[in-house]
C-alpha cells in the first residue's frame, strides 16, 4: 500500500531535530538538502557540507491516521504543526509517486546536471508546458517544462517547494 505524505513546519531552523525526532519513532521523512561550501569552526578552507534546502519544512510519509499522526507528533518537544489546505483546513497530503518524483530530482548527489530550489508561487509564474520524461534517469516523471534563454528546465512542484533541473527537451514529452 502507497502511503501519503504530509508537510510538517518547524519553526527557527529546527528541521534537523524535528527528523531526528522521526527517525526514533521509525517513520519515514525527507528533508531536501543541498551542498554548500562552509567554513567549519576554525578551519581556513571551506568545507562542502549538506545543509537543508529550505528551513522549517520536513516531509513526512503517513502511516496513520490524522488522530494517531497528531498525537506522535504532539511528544515532539520542538513546536511544529501540519501543512493545511486553505479550501477545507484539511491536512494537506501530497501523494506517493509525487514524493518519489520530488525526491529522485531534488537528490543532492545527482550533480551530472544543476538544480535549483524556489517556492511554488514562483514556479508557477514560469510559462511551460506539462510534460512527461521518456529518457533516462527521471523516465516517468511529470512536470512543466520551462525554457530559459537557449536552455530548459523541468519544474516538479511539491507543496510549498520547486526544484527545477535542466534537462534535455528531447527527452520529454508534452501532456495533452
Not at 101 to 118: Q, W
Request: proline letters at 5%; glycine letters at 6%.
Amino acid at each position: 500500500m502507497e502511503n501519503n505524505w504530509v508537510v510538517i513546519r518547524t519553526f527557527n531552523r529546527k528541521e534537523m531535530e524535528v527528523g531526528s525526532f522521526l527517525k526514533e519513532k521509525g517513520l519515514t521523512y525527507f528533508i531536501p538538502m543541498t551542498y554548500k561550501e562552509k567554513l567549519v569552526g576554525d578551519e581556513q578552507k571551506p568545507r562542502r557540507i549538506l545543509v537543508p534546502v529550505i528551513h522549517n519544512y520536513v516531509f513526512l510519509q503517513k502511516d496513520c491516521t490524522d488522530n494517531e499522526l497528531r498525537e506522535m507528533l504532539n511528544q515532539c518537544r520542538v513546536p511544529l504543526q501540519l501543512l493545511r489546505n486553505k479550501l477545507d483546513n484539511q491536512v494537506s497530503e501530497i501523494p506517493d509517486k509525487e514524493m518519489t518524483d520530488f525526491r529522485l530530482l531534488a537528490d543532492p548527489d545527482y550533480a551530472k546536471t544543476p538544480v535549483e530550489f524556489l517556492d511554488a508561487e514562483e514556479a508557477e509564474a514560469k510559462p511551460g508546458k506539462e510534460v512527461v520524461v521518456l529518457h533516462g534517469q527521471f523516465a516517468g516523471v511529470r512536470g512543466k517544462l520551462h525554457r530559459s534563454g537557449k536552455k530548459f528546465w523541468l519544474i516538479k512542484t511539491v507543496g510549498s517547494l520547486s526544484v527545477m533541473l535542466r534537462i534535455s527537451r528531447w527527452y520529454c514529452k508534452v501532456i495533452e
